[in-house]
């Protein structure tokens, strides 16, 4: 009886192809991060540590982020359950008018906001009675940042509730709950974590931004402010060590959000 030779696997030539040109991305992507990182070097690293003004832009950065991060969590999610749930007159042009910051260059997004909530514009002047300014204040950030990182989380949000079958939330109201309740205790549990995951890219998208808040608020500083500032007085090098404690503060807070919303996963619904 003669042995039956084993198969050689078959060569799947797209595969090939498809690989190679997604490890090239992947590469692309990695290695300035890691061009970065293995060029730090420790007496620097721990002077820009230690310094005071990127401590303070750092903090101010996050905490802005997170103001411009829950402003939108009050807006934009009760905006992406109607865009989810609701057709209405207009709808397509709404949803391309809250992308339309994604595809504008940021200078000009921080012009635009300059002309409506500057000192001498419309917005401007009605906030500033009631004391509120937002040319060179904290508030001009929050709102640059807010204006530039607000479809990342619509569009998370949005998506998350679409996949959730509205049979259940008529499910719900028939059994006596109302529309509020329904949201409160049965869409948005479910859908709670696209609508965190677009909270999170949209506060890392707001950190980061440069162009918007340079123009409305340069003062006080955020940190892409500061690493262009040391970029272009003291060069490549001081600059690189603000990127790096930018990125590793970036990845221990999305690292800490994640294990608390994995936390609170197993609490809502614990394992059997």
Not at 56 to 81: E, H, I, K, Q, R
Not at 214 to 230: G, S
């Amino acid at each position: 009886m003669s042995k039956s030779r084993p198969r050689r696997a078959r060569v799947d030539p797209l595969s090939l192809v498809f690989t190679a040109a997604g490890a090239l991305l992947v590469l692309f992507v990695v290695l300035p991060f890691a061009a970065v990182l293995l060029g730090i070097q420790p007496d620097l690293l721990w002077a820009t540590v230690t310094d005071a003004e990127v401590q303070s832009s750092l903090g101010f950065t996050f905490y802005a982020g997170a103001w411009a991060t829950l402003l939108a969590l009050f807006t934009g999610v009760p905006l992406s359950y109607l865009l989810a749930r609701r057709e209405f007159p207009g709808k397509a042009w709404v949803e391309g008018l809250l992308n339309l910051p994604v595809v504008v260059p940021h200078t000009a997004a921080g012009i635009a906001l300059l002309m409506v909530f500057g000192r001498e514009a419309a917005l401007g002047k009605l906030f500033g009675g009631a004391g509120i300014t937002f040319t060179d204040e904290f508030p001009g950030v929050v709102v640059a940042m807010l204006f530039v990182s607000l479809p990342f989380l619509v569009s998370a949000a949005r998506e998350a509730f679409a996949r959730i079958d509205p049979e259940l939330e008529l499910m719900a109201e028939t059994l006596g709950a109302t529309r509020w309740q329904a949201f409160r205790y049965v869409t948005l549990p479910l859908a709670w974590r696209g609508v965190a995951a677009g909270a999170l890219m949209m506060w890392g998208r707001g950190i980061s931004e440069f162009g918007a808040v340079v123009i409305i608020a340069y003062q006080p500083k955020v940190i892409p402010i500061v690493v262009y500032e040391r970029f272009s007085g003291f060069g490549l090098a001081a600059a690189q060590h603000v990127s790096v404690l930018l990125i590793l503060a970036s990845l221990l807070v999305f690292m800490l959000v994640q294990a608390l919303l994995a936390a609170f996963a197993r609490v809502v619904a614990p394992e059997d």
